[in-house]
Antibody, heavy 123, light 107 residues
Framework: QVQLVESGGGVVQPGRSLRLSCAAS????????MHWVRQVPGKGLEWVAD????????YYADSVKGRFTISRDNSKSKLYLEMNSLRADDTAAYYC????????????????WGQGTLVTVSS | AIQMTQSPSSLSASVGDRVTITCRAS??????LGWYQQKPGKAPKLLIY???SLQSGVPSRFSGSGSGTDFTLTINSLQPEDFATYYC?????????FGQGTKVEIK
């Protein structure tokens, strides 16, 4: 069965960096695009970034562009989110998610999600 | 960025009721929309993809419709386990955007 397990969250001071990881299993990781989505506690969902199956294409929300970097290691079935210059408004639970399917170079829907890892940016 | 406007933001309904949630896109997104259910403390769960296709394992009381800019999630015969917050998500273009959510409370 598909499993996505995030790790790396914690408390970090403003301006510092943090790297989140997502360990994938139960599917051919190297065949699927992957996404990060975040959620401020008690608030709605915000799409953060995604990466194509082979890592060549990456897209970011404007709110994180230039500060966050998504990457993957298909040999380890792992997804990463490098977060730099963290701000208080980056405080959220961060979820990794697997797309449902891709067609004609586009991918659709977030079929499987991890349990999330909480990032708290505070001095 | 495409804005997704969801309504209502919350609703209260009785078991057995029919519930309708709408999502409006700020521009046409063909049928590139999904619906997600999130229960407190849990990750979101995909219910409907490409606007009207039922995800495997999801009860048939959930259905989706719409195309272009206006979309609807319908829950027929609401069950106690349907207490949750529901979100739409457009994957027509980047950045992907969620609606603000609809909290469904059971009367």
């Amino acid at each position: 069965q598909v499993q996505l397990v995030e790790s790396g969250g914690g408390v970090v001071q403003p301006g510092r960096s943090l790297r989140l990881s997502c360990a994938a299993s139960g599917f051919t990781f190297s065949s699927y695009a992957m996404h990060w989505v975040r959620q401020v506690p008690g608030k709605g969902l915000e799409w953060v970034a995604d990466i194509s199956y082979d890592g060549t294409n990456k897209y970011y929300a404007d709110s994180v562009k230039g500060r966050f970097t998504i990457s993957r290691d298909n040999s380890k079935s792992k997804l990463y989110l490098e977060m730099n210059s963290l701000r208080a408004d980056d405080t959220a639970a961060y979820y990794c998610a697997k797309v449902k399917y891709c067609s004609s170079s586009r991918c659709y829907e977030l079929e499987y999600w991890g349990q999330g890892t909480l990032v708290t940016v505070s001095s | 960025a495409i804005q997704m406007t969801q309504s209502p933001s919350s609703l209260s309904a009785s078991v057995g009721d029919r519930v309708t949630i709408t999502c409006r896109a700020s521009q046409g997104i063909t049928n590139d929309l999904g619906w997600y259910q999130q229960k407190p403390g849990k990750a979101p769960k995909l219910l409907i993809y490409t606007a009207s296709s039922l995800q495997s394992g999801v009860p048939s009381r959930f259905s989706g419709s719409g195309s272009g800019t206006d979309f609807t999630l319908t829950i027929n015969s609401l069950q106690p386990e349907d207490f949750a917050t529901y979100y739409c998500l457009q994957d027509y273009n980047y950045p992907w955007t969620f609606g603000q959510g609809t909290k469904v409370e059971i009367k």
